[in-house]
């Protein structure tokens, strides 16, 4: 099944399992790259060796455990005034 956008939900499912999410505590992380509070921090709390596991918010809206590309400078050039010869 195709989804247009990944929820946290599902991604959580995904990688702890559909009957963990009573026992998987989640936080917000404030990531300093990315400007705002796009990245939260997911945590197994059922075994005695945790599992933590980051997942990031793209621009998209789509949640995943990469972070997205850092936006970059860009120029572009715009014609202004400028006559161009017959």
Not at 13 to 20: M, Q, T
Not at 21 to 41: D, F, K, T
Not at 57 to 74: I, L, M, Q, S, T
């Amino acid at each position: 099944m195709y989804f247009n956008e990944v929820s946290l939900r599902f991604l959580v499912e995904k990688w702890f399992g559909r009957d963990s999410l009573s026992s998987v505590q989640v936080s917000r992380v404030w990531h300093a790259r990315l400007g705002r509070n796009h990245c939260v921090r997911v945590q197994s709390s059922r075994s005695e060796n945790p599992v933590i596991i980051f997942f990031f918010r793209h621009d998209d809206g789509n949640w995943g455990v990469f972070p997205p590309e850092a936006k970059r400078a860009a120029l572009t050039v715009t014609e202004i005034g400028v006559q161009r010869p017959c």
